[in-house]
C-alpha cells in the first residue's frame, strides 16, 4: 500500500474516533444525569415546589443569640439555625443584620462567611 493510503486511512480513523467518542460520552451523561433529577410530572406539585423555592430568610436577634428565620422580614417563621457567634462581628454590622433579607440560604452563608473574614474584623 503506497504511503498517501496509509496516511489517510489513519487520519480518516483518528477523525471518526475522535468525533465518536465525545458525542457518546456527553449522551451517556445526559443520560444518566435526567435519570438521577427529580421528575416533578403533576403541575400542583411543580408549583408547590417553586412557591417553597422562592422563600426569603432573614436573621433574628433574641438577647444576644443570633437565628436565621425563613419567611419576610418581622415574621416569624420557621428557624434555620440559632446561636451563631457574633461576639466578634463589629457593632455596624449587628445593627444591619436584622434589616436584612436573603433569597437563598447560600446568601446567608456568604454574608456570615463576609463577616467573619479576618480583614472585615481589623
Same mark, same amino acid.
Given at each position: 500500500?503506497?504511503?498517501?493510503?496509509?496516511?489517510?486511512?489513519?487520519?480518516?480513523?483518528?477523525?471518526?474516533?475522535?468525533?465518536?467518542?465525545?458525542?457518546?460520552?456527553?449522551?451517556?451523561?445526559?443520560?444518566?444525569?435526567?435519570?438521577?433529577?427529580?421528575?416533578?410530572?403533576?403541575?400542583?406539585?411543580?408549583?408547590?415546589?417553586?412557591?417553597?423555592?422562592?422563600?426569603?430568610?432573614?436573621?433574628?436577634?433574641?438577647?444576644? #443569640?443570633? /437565628?436565621?428565620?425563613? %419567611?419576610? !422580614?418581622?415574621?416569624?417563621? =420557621? +428557624?434555620?439555625?440559632?446561636? @451563631?457567634? #457574633?461576639? /466578634?462581628?463589629?457593632? %455596624?454590622? !449587628?445593627?444591619?443584620?436584622? =434589616? +436584612?433579607?436573603?433569597?437563598? @440560604?447560600?446568601?446567608?452563608?456568604?454574608?456570615?462567611?463576609?463577616?467573619?473574614?479576618?480583614?472585615?474584623?481589623?
Amino acid at each position: 500500500m503506497s504511503r498517501w493510503k496509509v496516511m489517510s486511512m489513519v487520519l480518516v480513523l483518528g477523525l471518526g474516533i475522535g468525533s465518536i467518542v465525545p458525542a457518546v460520552t456527553s449522551w451517556w451523561y445526559a443520560k444518566e444525569t435526567v435519570t438521577s433529577t427529580l421528575n416533578v410530572t403533576k403541575a400542583e406539585a411543580a408549583l408547590a415546589n417553586e412557591s417553597s423555592a422562592k422563600s426569603c430568610y432573614h436573621f433574628k436577634m433574641e438577647q444576644g #443569640v443570633l /437565628s436565621v428565620v425563613e %419567611g419576610n !422580614l418581622g415574621s416569624n417563621g =420557621k +428557624v434555620i439555625a440559632t446561636g @451563631l457567634k #457574633v461576639q /466578634s462581628w463589629p457593632k %455596624g454590622i !449587628l445593627d444591619m443584620v436584622s =434589616k +436584612v433579607e436573603f433569597n437563598s @440560604l447560600d446568601e446567608v452563608q456568604s454574608f456570615i462567611d463576609t463577616v467573619n473574614e479576618p480583614l472585615l474584623q481589623e
